[in-house]
């Protein structure tokens, strides 16, 4: 069979499944995108709001090291959308916001909000740390790390025998917890130093028109090319059938040549039945965490210079960041106006999830109004956002572990493949790398 005689499905409109898509469909294959939500992007996703709001309630920014994903924004013609993001952020600690532009290790060694002696141990010894392990910390092969002898002990664990809990305090955790929703003494030490690797160089870029301008873009081209694209239809099942698979959705089946499936680890496991107990069983163990945040629509701006603000541990009660979208790039507020999202805590996302907005500010507002005084006045409108599985926890061990999960990926079947951001790393990057590599999979076995 050649690529423009296979039909595929694909679960999952998020950034993996439309890498797929768009990877298989200019192979040539007819492709079929399905997804239980009504939109496109997972935690891309952008919400129009009338009157000019564009709520960005999950991703925020991409990095400038994205290659998959950028190169993908220009397969979709959509490049003209990423802009340079200015990068200013804050930490709160000791009741006030300490300005800082991550990805700057002068900015970081300037601001006040570290104190000193960290300063002094960064500089001589964790940045020349990160230098010296510069070939083993990627974020696209964190199985690198682990053959190192970096994935053995947390990210805690390391930080406070080697410099410090301050670094722990003020650094490992307000990263950890807003970009990726793990707390220091869960993450793997090679992890956290890949991200910090990253950082060194980072810029940032936001898409004009909300996050979910990559997805919204490929979603178009696919259609244009003839795809099928099928939103509120849930994937009950996948199953192999007599040379191909068969998919069960919406209340139908349909006869497939092959299928990718898109989803977070334990809904790929629900769902794909065509994988072997020991591949289920190594999916089993990927460890995810409900993602929660809460938009607040302002009638005026939030008034003050930084984009995103983490808070140090004990620092807020149930709030992990705060982000000022008029901050980020211009056309998601409408004039005068203000829109703020709050990122709720790993336990706080535990309690939050499916609760209503009045239990939502109730346990967020507090912290919000605290860095950004009057702000409770000001609200027009909130709306809260939740995913039961938004987060997955790279924890130690687990990198090591990752060859193995994209060997259950990749190999339970012949006509089926698994894509998601916790084969790679936990990044949009990481998604979109997955699904590239699934599309090619299935591709060599026609070839």
Not at 285 to 314: E, H, I, K, M, T
Not at 424 to 439: F, I, N, R
Request: neutral net charge.
């Amino acid at each position: 069979m050649s690529a423009p005689d296979l039909s595929v499905a694909v679960a999952g409109a998020g950034p993996a499944g439309l890498a797929a898509a768009l990877r298989l469909h200019a192979a040539g294959a007819s492709v079929t995108v399905l997804d239980a939500a009504p939109f496109v992007g997972g935690r891309t996703r952008t919400e129009h709001v009338d009157g000019g709001w564009r709520i960005d309630p999950g991703v925020q920014l991409y990095g400038s090291s994205y290659a998959a994903f950028f190169g993908l924004l220009r397969a979709a013609e959509a490049e003209a959308l990423a802009q340079r993001s200015p990068g200013r952020d804050a930490l709160w600690r000791k009741g006030r916001a300490h300005e800082v532009v991550y990805g700057s290790p002068a900015s970081m060694l300037a601001s006040g909000a570290l104190p000193l002696q960290l300063k002094l141990r960064m500089g001589a010894q964790y940045l020349p740390y990160l230098q010296r392990h510069s070939a083993d910390l990627d974020l696209s092969a964190l199985e690198r790390a682990a053959a190192a002898g970096l994935d053995a002990e947390s990210i805690a664990a390391w930080g406070r025998r080697e410099l410090g809990r301050d670094f722990v305090d003020l650094l490992a955790a307000p990263l950890l917890s807003t970009l990726y929703g793990t707390l220091p003494d869960e993450a793997s030490a090679g992890f956290y130093h890949a991200l910090a690797r990253q950082g060194l160089s980072l810029e940032v870029r936001a898409l004009r028109g909300g996050a979910d301008g990559f997805c919204r873009a490929a979603a178009d081209r696919l259609r244009e090319g003839g795809a099928s694209i099928h939103l509120s239809t849930p994937v009950d099942a996948v199953d192999t059938a007599e040379g191909g698979v068969r998919v069960s959705a919406g209340g139908a089946s349909q006869r497939f040549d092959a299928a990718v499936v898109a989803l977070p680890a334990p809904e790929a496991r629900r769902v794909a039945n065509f994988l072997t107990p020991a591949a289920a069983e190594t999916l089993h163990g990927v460890r995810v965490r409900p993602a929660v945040s809460l938009a607040l629509l302002l009638d005026r701006p939030a008034g003050v210079r930084w984009f995103g603000l983490s808070f140090a541990p004990g620092e807020s009660r149930a709030v992990a960041a705060v982000c000022v979208q008029e901050n980020k790039v211009a056309g998601l507020v409408p004039p005068g106006k203000g829109l703020v999202v709050a990122f709720a805590q790993p336990h706080a996302a535990e309690r939050l999830l499916g609760a209503g907005v009045d239990d939502a500010l109730a346990l967020l507002l507090p912290d919000v109004a605290r860095v950004l005084p009057g702000v409770d006045r000001a609200v027009l409108q909130a709306r809260v956002y939740d995913w039961r599985h938004g987060w997955t926890i790279f924890g130690p061990g687990s990198l090591g572990r990752l060859p193995v999960l994209r060997s259950a990926a990749f190999e339970s079947a012949p006509a089926t493949v698994l894509a998601g951001d916790w084969l790679y790393s936990p990044t949009v990057e990481g998604a979109v790398t997955s699904g590239l590599a699934a599309a090619d999979r299935l591709l060599a076995r026609i070839r």
